[in-house]
T-cell receptor, first 111, second 114 residues
Framework: QQPVQSPQAVILREGEDAVINCSSSKALYSVHWYRQKHGEAPVFLMILLKGGEQKGHEKISASFNEKKQQSSLYLTASQLSYSGTYFCGTERMDSSYKLIFGSGTRLLVRP | GAGVSQSPSNKVTEKGKDVELRCDPISGHTALYWYRQSLGQGLEFLIYFQGNSAPDKSGLPSDRFSAERTGGSVSTLTIQRTQQEDSAVYLC????????????FGSGTRLTVV
């Protein structure tokens, strides 16, 4: 079953913040986040493991709420280069070693 | 290699023909995955390899689709008797295996069935 991402799309001004959410109805072992720019391959951003800590760099970070089977990606002080489609990939406890991806969140950062 | 290599990058084929898509993963990556992405859509899981074995083929849409991996390296996805609904970008990814590693994706093969 595919995880649900929200919002489907978001438009930001450079410097603004955004949060992208990913939720699953199944128990998860891990959540991955990827960014895909138009016409390019998805690029790995980070992975969050069950029992693990919030991860990320200064301006892009993520959290994983195991009780709710939800993950959130936080983009702070957005830059033009952040534009693209963000996908979460979930690894279920009952179906390990493969990721099921959400339908994506389109992010556009304008000057 | 430095990255995941897929060939061809573009393929136009006539309905009913067979096609083979190739994926060359990163050296040392034991896990290999095939996904399909239709225009503007998400990534649809097709099949997963660990070494040369395919523990999970659950995403293959029909028996027209098959895949193999040899030498723990190169993988081929074969689509027989192609249909227009098979048109999509086919993405291959590899990883070190296990749950703790991210995937590295290739640039994909854009398949168009006419």
């Amino acid at each position: 079953q595919q995880p649900v991402q929200s919002p489907q799309a978001v438009i930001l001004r450079e410097g603004e913040d955004a949060v992208i959410n990913c939720s699953s109805s199944k128990a998860l072992y891990s959540v991955h986040w990827y960014r895909q720019k138009h016409g390019e391959a998805p690029v790995f951003l980070m992975i969050l493991l069950k029992g693990g800590e919030q991860k990320g760099h200064e301006k892009i970070s993520a959290s994983f709420n195991e009780k709710k089977q939800q993950s959130s990606l936080y983009l702070t002080a957005s830059q033009l280069s952040y534009s693209g489609t963000y996908f979460c990939g979930t690894e279920r406890m009952d179906s390990s070693y493969k990721l099921i991806f959400g339908s994506g969140t389109r992010l556009l950062v304008r000057p | 290699g430095a990255g995941v290599s897929q060939s061809p990058s573009n393929k136009v084929t006539e309905k009913g023909k067979d096609v083979e898509l190739r994926c060359d993963p990163i050296s040392g990556h034991t896990a290999l995955y095939w996904y399909r992405q239709s225009l503007g859509q998400g990534l649809e899981f097709l099949i997963y390899f660990q070494g040369n074995s395919a523990p999970d083929k659950s995403g293959l849409p029909s028996d027209r689709f098959s895949a193999e991996r040899t030498g723990g390296s190169v993988s081929t996805l074969t689509i027989q008797r192609t249909q227009q609904e098979d048109s999509a970008v086919y993405l291959c990814a590899s990883s070190l295996g296990g749950s703790d590693y991210g995937y590295t994706f290739g640039s994909g093969t854009r398949l168009t069935v006419v």
